[in-house]
């Protein structure tokens, strides 16, 4: 743990589960729900703030490249510093949303040739998750049947209504725990979120998880087979095909396609098959077989990631050449200091 002008720092080594490059940028650009509060990603990638909860508080917590290989979390130095064992438990979730255990080498086999996904092979396929499963299910639910900006204002209400004030910035705010989302009264679901018939979905799913009834984080279990948790995700009232498919490529689970009312056109536009059907478009990507649905989706959001790496590339070398600044403005004043030593002692610059 490197101690800075920040009130604490660590760096976390950006390399997937088989060895695989794994690229801070185009994970974080890697889908709309990311994006989402608590979270806040610069539009090109550049960077994540978040305010995670460990230890019983939440804390503000922001990551940045360092170099290609790896990335810095800091924290505000205005914010106490969180005793040693939460400050583990917040690199374990920002390993954990970075996907940093997961093993995406035969994909990237795979791609490498296939002219159309080659470009992910330099570090893109990672799906930024949420620190729980739970935080996951909501922000999909809220998602469904609606509007993007809709979306913003639900989770955002969550947020910022629930969610436990950051230690040192009370209006950043955590994602709420699923007792928050259960007590929260159905005037705020109807007024405040304006989540419409989605509130009683939320409070519901809310009351089952702090109930214990529901055990949405069991569904992380890789022995546990793919149309079990399917199955289990559809029990969910607010749960319907497309978020299913939805959480589950967030579990990493990625053999169904996200088939939606945007998937669907863009990639008709993209393949210049406008009757393509449901079963077609499956069909084009049967070859990615356990990959499938991830190399739909990154056939999909190229852009998103490729038209915002120039950026990405100059925040780099702007961060880098502050960093040196930094640096050389350090070494200025130690050696202003240690000469002003010298003139104060002359017998010490003697000895």
Known sequence: MAQSSRAWSARIELRGGGGEPVNLARTLLSHGVAELPPNVIASDGSSLESVLVAGGDAWR??????????????????SRIPPAAARRELLAQLRHMLRLDEDLSAFYVAAAVDPALEWITNGAGRMLRSPTVFEDVVKTICTTNCTWSATERMVGALVSELGQPAVGAPERRAFPTATAVADAPPEFYRDVARAGYRGAYLQSLGAAVAEGRLDLEVLRDPELPDDVVAERLLEIAGVGPYAMAHVMMLLGRYRRLILDSWTRPTYRRLSGRPRLTDKGIERAFRRYREFAGLAFWLTLTESWVTEAEPAVAESLATQAESAAAESLATQAESAAAENLATQADPAAAES
Do not use: F
């Open 61 to 78: 917590i922001r990551l940045v490249p360092d170099g290609a290989a790896r990335a810095t979390v800091q924290a505000p130095a205005d």
